[in-house]
């Protein structure tokens, strides 16, 4: 249905899909995914078609309608997690290495399952999966997110620099909902003391509260109350110690900055490279010429 009316107004436009494409910008080939209903589009994507397309709000009104993940299949380790991020008034995180997967962009999401998995269809199922959790945060009066990232998380590149700078500027988008807060612990400060791991504080509408942490292809839950606030004081401080969500954003902003000037400049190299590959033609096209003895003057 969604893509039906994106192809409507764009063709009522005068657009091909790789123009708007361009203009967004994105892949063609992401457009042509939303269209055809075989890729699940973001809601900063309706909002952009719908001020590109000038459809009044049409697109965003029938992104917010629809229900996107009908069924989708996690992993059997992660399904209890998955059960209580669909029922949580509230979730504190801390995040090393990757961002965390309520925050992931479908790019993003797809080159991380890529490294582990080499199966197109379980990618993109794993995938799936995991953005279904992230519609109810993003929704109106969602629950209370609050993630704090380390540094690494916006360094450690995944994918390719478009894909992390398409990442930071999603963060930047989504920490200005009301109800989630994204804070960065900074790289140069070792006098922060960090978690050993990843974790996340969930609490649940009856008031019960877990401790979820992740090892490989495992979740850990403890709903221990004296754990629990060992990690919620723990997590406290941290908080406390990271840079504030308006620094965190300027820090991001520099992060995504950092990457559009990669990728600028592999551009300008792959230009270069195209210029001297042109140029190394013409030189052997001149070299295969036949020759032909110039008529000198007699003395």
């Known amino acids: ?6 192809k409507h107004f764009r063709e009522a436009a005068g ?13 063609r080939s992401h457009v042509a995914r939303i269209e055809a209903g075989t890729r699940v589009p973001q809601d900063a994507f309706a909002k952009q078609c719908d001020e590109l397309l000038g459809t009044g709000g049409v697109l965003v009104r029938l992104w917010g ?13 992660f399904e209890r997690r998955a059960e209580m991020d669909a029922k949580a008034v509230a979730l504190r995180a801390y995040q090393s290495q990757a961002i965390p997967g ?27 999966a995991r953005l279904s ?7 109106d009066g969602g629950p209370l997110y609050v993630a704090v990232l380390d540094e690494s998380c ?6 390719s620099s478009t894909v992390m700078r398409d990442q930071c500027a999603h963060l930047l988008a989504v920490g200005r909902l009301p109800h989630i807060r994204i804070q960065v612990v900074p790289s140069d400060r070792p ?3 960090r978690p050993d791991a990843s974790l996340s504080l969930i609490e649940l509408p009856d008031g019960h509260r877990w401790v979820y942490s992740e090892s490989l292809d495992s979740g850990h839950f403890n709903d221990n109350p004296a754990v629990y606030a060992r990690h919620s004081r723990a997590y406290d401080v941290l908080r406390a110690d990271a840079l504030s969500a308006r620094e965190s954003a ?7 900055e950092g990457y559009e000037h990669h990728e600028q400049a592999g551009a300008q190299r792959g230009d270069l490279g195209q210029e001297q590959l042109q140029r190394s033609k013409r030189r052997r096209l001149h070299r295969n010429r036949p020759r032909f003895p110039r008529r000198r003057p007699r003395p």
């Open 1 to 6: 249905m969604f893509g039906e009316v994106l």
């Open 15 to 27: 657009l091909m899909q790789a123009g708007l494409a361009a203009l967004i910008p994105c892949d």
């Open 65 to 77: 309608r629809i229900d996107w993940y009908p069924e989708v299949e996690h992993p059997d380790w």
């Open 102 to 128: 309520l925050l992931q962009t479908p790019d993003y999401a797809t080159a991380l399952f890529s490294r582990r998995l080499t199966n197109a269809d379980e990618v993109e199922e794993r995938v799936r």
């Open 133 to 139: 959790r992230q519609q109810r945060f993003y929704a």
């Open 154 to 159: 916006l360094r450690h590149t995944v994918g």
């Open 191 to 193: 006098d922060i003391d």
């Open 250 to 256: 300027a820090l991001i902003s520099d992060v995504m």
